[in-house]
Each structure stands twice: as structure tokens, then as C-alpha cells.
């Protein structure tokens, strides 16, 4: 089951839904897609500069249950952009709040699950996520 739940976290997942909520609501999906897109560019920098090697990779740990993007696991992409769209969408609509966070923490904790992050690699995408949500909320109120 984490092995489908993981890919609502990836980049057609997130995108789709910013997308699709940028239909619905023109300054939501706006603000969706920066958050997403603001994350991104924040994850991919984190990346490339600590270059933390995910679990299934460091020695004598289990194989990873999910195919891998890239070698490198800090900060977690899939928990960044599942919180930036969950968050955005929190804050404008509150009574939708406990589902998409909700989902957003079931999708981050798959990729601890599937062996592809480590606990702090998650919480670190989460930070991150939370930071594009706010601050595209705020550009764009």
C-alpha cells in the first residue's frame, strides 16, 4: 500500500492537484504551484549540497522498496510537496485541514517505510514544505 500511497507525493502527483486547484480557484492553485515549485528549488539545492546518501544505499542496510529518483535522501522531495499543497490548501480552506495534512503525513511517512529517507530527511521536507506554503500564501494574499 505505501508502495501507491508514495507517488501522491511525487511531481504529477503535486503538480495535477496544484493544477487542478488553480481550475477551481485561481489564487489557491497559484499559490499551490509556487509553494510546490518554491520547495523544489529549495529540496534539490539541499540536495545537491549535503548529499546524505539515502538508507538503502549506506552499507548493509535493506534495498529500498520503491524505485529512486536520485542517490541523495535531505532533505525529503515527496514530503515537501505533499505538505506545500496540503498546507496551501489548509490555510485557505481550514475544514479540509485534518484530511490533507493528514494525507501529507501518511505520504511522508511512506518514504521512511520504503526505506528511501531517513526520520529527519522527512521532517526536514516537511520544514521545508510548511516555508513554501506560508511564504506563497503570503506573496500571494
Do not use: E
Amino acid at each position: 500500500m505505501m508502495r501507491h500511497v508514495t507517488h501522491l507525493g511525487g511531481a504529477r502527483a503535486t503538480l495535477g492537484a496544484s493544477c487542478a486547484l488553480l481550475v477551481w480557484d485561481r489564487r489557491l492553485g497559484a499559490a499551490a504551484l509556487l509553494a510546490n515549485a518554491g520547495s523544489h528549488v529549495v529540496v534539490q539545492l539541499l540536495k545537491r549540497a549535503v548529499a546524505r546518501p539515502r538508507p538503502c544505499d549506506a552499507s548493509g542496510a535493506p534495498l529500498a522498496r520503491v524505485d529512486l529518483p536520485d542517490r541523495h535522501s535531505f532533505p525529503s522531495g515527496h514530503a515537501a510537496a505533499a505538505t506545500a499543497v496540503a498546507t496551501t490548501l489548509a490555510i485557505a480552506h481550514p475544514l479540509v485541514a485534518p484530511f490533507v495534512l493528514t494525507l501529507a503525513g501518511v505520504i511522508s511517512y511512506s518514504r521512511v517505510a520504503l526505506r528511501v529517507h531517513h526520520v529527519s530527511d522527512v521532517l526536514a521536507g516537511v520544514v521545508v514544505g510548511l516555508a513554501g506554503a506560508i511564504g506563497a500564501t503570503y506573496l500571494l494574499r
